[in-house]
């Protein structure tokens, strides 16, 4: 079973991913753009039994702007690490803070709030697939 491991950024909270994520994307909402401090959040859904939080569990803090996301960041650093998604059942290991994973996005979310056009081919839905309670549409190139 492959195994990924990262970390915040002072290293104070380490984590490992095991397995295959459930899926790769890239989300355009404002809240990641805000949260991330870029255009874009290139997310990895897991399941919550496959993400292990291996150093630094007490440095952990929580922010739930929505139920839809408890964001988890470090507290020294504030380095962001991951976000639980309670209505989906999966969490989202951001991409960044697991270096080793190679990044395959396979759909654009959210994608009527861009303010960075990326023409790659891929799906890019208004908000989310039906399958995660989204409209299901899907915005052209």
Known sequence: MTIHKGACFCGAVEIEVSGEPEGMGICHCRSCRSWSGGPVNAFSLWKPEAVTVTKGEENIATFAKTPMSERKFCKLCGGHIMADHPPLGLVDVFSATIPTLEHKP??????????????????????????FGGSGNIIAE
């Open 106 to 131: 396979a759909l654009h979310v959210n994608y009527s709030e861009t303010v960075l056009p990326i023409r790659d081919g891929l799906p890019k839905f208004a908000d989310f697939p039906a399958e």
